[in-house]
């Protein structure tokens, strides 16, 4: 193994922006834009627990930082910088080379420079710990207390691809699904290995939404994470939930977990006053993105899932819990 400074000259020391000091000294320096407020935020991820062992490292270098970047882009902040920590069990060149290119590819996409870090051996399987830096002008910021009864709750893109393709991948899709899925995992699993951060999405609702949530451990939970800070409820409609086109032929079941509870989505739910629809129509047709209104808020502490009949739907299928075995 190549010592730890060969390893990081190596593959994380591209250039940095003029004006930002990057790897290299004890700290990092980049200026902060007068009256914007920093928004950061981190993930780790582990082997065996956040991606399968045998992932391709390009992948693997784009979705460590697309997760963070999501997390800017449900606050409505600018990416600005990040920093990695890695733990590897081996330095293996090839390994290293395809997760910087995959990484560098979409940092340089929005403009977020790596800056530092940190790396070390690791006993154990590869983990990775990334850090991002942004700013956002702190009266637009996205909170998740800021939801207001009667908004409208909008989800962007499609839901149920990454739950699917995972559970394909881990083997647990039932053996009534089994004979479709590997077209099934064809089409689903970009979503898992290479999802699209809604970076400039977010930007934009920013100056109509209320409040905003990444899906990352699913819709219900996420969408609970904003009622609970904002104190308040919400009624969902199944029927107008946006699912991934290839789960259609799913089991009613298999469909409504993957959709409602199903992880690692990376599309933005959003709240917001009914007086905004027009700009969240204008922007999903500017920016190429579909938004689906899918529910209100409502000052009735529950969330209510209701069926294309009208039912609720009970009981809910349970988000990701990063503590369960
Ligand atoms: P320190 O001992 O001060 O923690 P290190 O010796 O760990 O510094 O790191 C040396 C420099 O390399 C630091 O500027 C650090 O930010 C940078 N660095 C370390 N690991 C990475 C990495 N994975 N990607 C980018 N920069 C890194
Ligand atoms: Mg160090």
Same mark, same amino acid.
């Given at each position: ?11 994380f020391k591209r250039p940095v922006p003029h004006g930002m000091l990057g ?9 902060v834009t007068p009256g914007l407020a920093l928004a950061t935020s981190k993930d780790l991820l582990l082997e ?69 870090? @940190? /790396?070390?051996? &690791? *006993? ?6 990334? #850090? ?5 002008? $702190? +009266? ?34 039932? @053996? /009534?699904?089994? &004979? *479709? ?6 089409? #689903? ?5 290479? $999802? +699209? ?39 969902? *409609? ?88």
């Open positions: 193994m190549g010592s730890e400074f060969d390893l990081i000259s190596r593959f790897g290299g000294d004890d700290c990092a320096l980049f200026q065996g627990r956040h991606f399968f062992p045998d992932v391709d490292p390009f992948l693997l270098g784009h979705k460590a930082l697309a997760v963070n970047l999501s997390d800017l882009a449900a606050m409505g902040a600018q990416p600005k910088a990040c920093l990695l920590g890695l733990a590897l069990p081996a330095f293996d060149e090839r390994w290293l080379a395809r997760f910087a290119d995959g990484f560098y590819s979409l940092a340089d996409q929005h403009g977020c420079a790596l800056i530092g870090g @940190d /790396t070390t051996r &690791s *006993q154990a399987g590869i983990v990775i710990s990334v #850090t991002v830096l942004g700013e956002v002008d $702190p +009266t637009r910021a996205m909170r998740r207390d800021a939801a207001q009864v009667g908004d409208d709750i909008w989800v962007s893109g499609c839901l149920g691809a990454a739950d699917v393709a995972c559970r394909i991948l881990a083997g647990e899709l039932l @053996d /009534t699904e089994a &004979s *479709q899925s590997v077209s099934l995992l064809t089409q #689903t699993r970009q979503a898992l290995e290479k $999802p +699209t951060p809604r970076v400039q999405l977010g930007r934009r609702l920013s100056a109509y939404a209320h409040a905003a949530i990444d899906i990352s451990d699913g819709l219900l939970q996420d969408l609970g994470h904003i009622l609970q800070a904002s104190g308040v409820g919400a009624s969902l *409609q199944e029927t107008q939930l946006p699912v991934h086109p290839a789960l259609l032929g799913l089991s009613d079941m298999v469909l409504r977990r993957a959709v409602l509870a199903g992880g690692d989505v990376y599309e933005l739910c959003l709240t917001a006053a009914t007086s905004q629809r027009h700009h969240f129509e204008r922007i999903a047709r500017e920016e190429g993105i579909e938004l689906t209104r899918i529910g209100q808020i409502t000052a009735e502490k529950a969330l209510h899932v209701f069926d294309q009949a009208g039912q609720l739907i009970q009981p809910l299928p349970q988000g990701f819990d990063h503590f369960r075995d």
